[in-house]
């Protein structure tokens, strides 16, 4: 992941850092480099400008081109900035847990997403991460009735990572299952119910109207999208998408593990305005992450 774009950003920076003085023609050349570096990586075109006018706005200012080592300021600009682009904000809080369940229990986790994203999996490993870190008693429930097994996938993981799943009834749907998660949940004292919803291979209206229905009933403290990275610009307009619909709270972006561009994951804050919270490193059930923007900044930045 990132490599592509951590090579040719790498070779930019060295010619940066390689000059003494720097003219404002020195960097914008720089800029337009770096331009090309990201969207040839996936980042989302208004993304990448955007990314690129700041930087610029900051870099061509006397101080910075008068200094003692200009490329060096100019490169640590770069640097600031891709960790705001990746949700900087956040990283203040890099000791807060990332999920806001500071609710009346039980806190409920709305997962959302296409299918094959890995909304089921990514279920399973968040509610193993609350589990086993933070001493939560979790509950599962899979409102998936379209894809077949969809419900009894969830079960076997919950079986896996030993938290319990709410008994599937057959026939019943999303909203009801909702309905009745909740009161299994509260009649067992569970401290966070995770809803694993339905996903559709594109996103549609009907797919758009059960997430509302479900969000309306079960009132989530965290609605959380889960993202596939491989998929690049899909990935981004799958999140402009479900953000334009659902009251998003965060993103799980899934498959960093694999040879992604990172697009999705440069593109995903600016995007949906929601932090990347957890990310996906495997298929293994404790393959996840928090997501730490300064971090995957200096895993760009080399
Ligand atoms: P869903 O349809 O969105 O519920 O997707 P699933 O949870 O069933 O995941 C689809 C496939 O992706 C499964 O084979 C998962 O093991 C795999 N998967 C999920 N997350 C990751 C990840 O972070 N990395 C890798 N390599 N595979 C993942």
Not at 62 to 80: H, M, R, Y
Not at 91 to 120: C, E, H, I, Y
Not at 137 to 151: C, E, G, I, T, Y
Not at 250 to 263: E, F, I, K, S
Request: hydrophobic content about 50%; proline content about 4%.
């Amino acid at each position: 992941m990132f490599d592509t774009l951590s090579g040719n950003l790498g070779s930019v920076f060295d010619r940066l850092r390689g000059r003494g003085a720097l003219s404002e023609a020195d960097v914008r050349e720089a800029m337009r480099e770096i331009r090309v570096a990201l969207l040839e990586a996936d980042v989302a075109l208004p993304v990448a400008r955007d990314f690129i006018n700041r930087v610029t706005e900051k870099a061509v200012g006397a101080a910075v081109l008068k200094s003692v080592k200009p490329g060096q300021q100019v490169v640590k600009i770069v640097n600031d900035e891709l960790v705001a682009m990746l949700g900087g904000d956040d990283a203040g809080a890099a000791d807060a847990a990332p999920l806001n369940l500071d609710v009346r229990p039980p806190a409920v986790v709305m997962m959302v997403g296409l299918q094959g994203s890995g909304k089921t999996t990514s279920t399973a490993k968040i509610g193993k991460l609350l589990k086993e870190k933070q001493g939560k008693k979790v509950l599962m429930a899979s409102l998936d009735v379209n894809r077949p097994a969809a419900q009894e996938q969830l079960k076997v993981l919950g079986e896996q990572v030993q938290i319990a799943t709410l008994p599937i009834i057959p026939g019943q749907q999303p909203v009801d299952i909702a309905r009745r998660a909740l009161e299994a949940a509260r009649l067992q004292n569970v401290d966070v119910l995770m809803l694993d919803t339905a996903g559709r291979l594109h996103v549609d209206a009907a797919l758009m109207a059960e997430m509302k229905a479900v969000a309306a009933v079960a009132t989530p403290a965290e609605v959380l999208l889960v993202v596939d990275a491989l998929t690049g610009q899909d990935a981004v307009n799958v999140a402009q998408n479900f953000s334009d619909e659902v009251p998003l709270t965060g993103v799980v972006l899934t498959r960093m593990d694999g040879d992604a561009r990172g697009g999705a994951a440069l593109s995903m804050r600016a995007v949906t305005g929601k932090p990347i919270k957890f990310a996906g490193t495997g298929e293994k059930l404790d393959a996840i992450e928090r997501f730490h923007p300064a971090r995957v900044a200096d895993r760009i930045l080399g």
